[in-house]
């Protein structure tokens, strides 16, 4: 089993529509929790980092963390044709590195 | 412009030539790493650096070899490149561990 696993996509959704990209983990030694977004032909961005258990939000981004069942979340609200790109989760753990899903690609339809 | 930037951005080569991929990061970082990127598989991480002549070995090290002679640049070296070696190569560079990533643009490598 793989520490960390997300559904490959692609995941095709209109322009405005809320996306919920998910992640599910392995390891209960995880406590920080990020997300990357890459670009096609582009090295992945830090987009979100999470501490623990609990929602982020950061302008049309929410970060959720259920550590109880090793379940992380992405929310996009508002998605726009920009918001085109695969998502990577990276959680680690306070004595590891960090581990990155093989990511979930997203298309956002005009 | 704070970055890590990859030289080349694409290679093609012939088995055994040896080769190098250089990374240089301007933000003073401390920790550096090298990953392979290929499909199905996400990111597996070849060699870290915490810093100046300290490496390590990552998840996948074989046929890859790295140095961190100053701060700034963290050369990946192919002595004797193979067919499996082809792939997206990352350079990453952080302030430590325990924070996010800042990534190149990737190099990638074909191995004929």
């Known amino acids: 089993q793989k520490e960390v696993e997300q559904d490959p996509g692609p995941l095709s959704v209109p322009e405005g529509a809320i996306v919920s990209l998910n992640c599910t983990y392995s390891n209960s030694a995880f406590q920080y929790f990020m997300w990357y977004r890459q670009y096609s032909r582009k090295g992945p961005e830090l987009l979100m980092y999470?501490?623990?258990?609990g929602n982020k939000e950061d302008g049309r981004f929410t970060a959720q963390v259920d550590k109880s069942s090793k379940y992380i979340s992405l929310f996009i609200r508002d998605s726009q044709p920009s918001d085109s790109a695969t998502y990577l989760c990276a959680p680690r753990s306070s004595a590891s590195k960090i581990i990155f899903g093989s990511g979930t690609r997203l298309s956002i339809r005009p | 412009e704070a970055q890590v930037t990859q030289n080349p951005r694409y290679l093609i080569t012939v088995t055994g030539k040896k080769l190098t991929v250089t990374c240089s990061q301007n933000m003073n970082h401390e920790y550096m790493s090298w990953y392979r990127q290929d499909p199905g598989l996400g990111l597996r991480q070849i060699y870290y650096s915490m810093n100046v002549e300290v490496t390590d070995k990552g998840d996948v090290p074989e046929g890859y070899k790295v140095s961190r002679k100053e701060k700034r640049n963290f050369p990946l070296i192919l002595e004797s490149p193979s067919p499996n070696q082809t792939s997206l190569y990352f350079c990453?560079?952080?302030?430590?561990?325990?924070?996010?990533?800042?990534f190149g643009s990737g190099t990638r490598l074909t191995v004929v």
């Open positions: 990453a560079s952080s302030r430590d561990q325990n924070y996010g990533y800042t």
């Open positions: 999470t501490y623990s258990s």
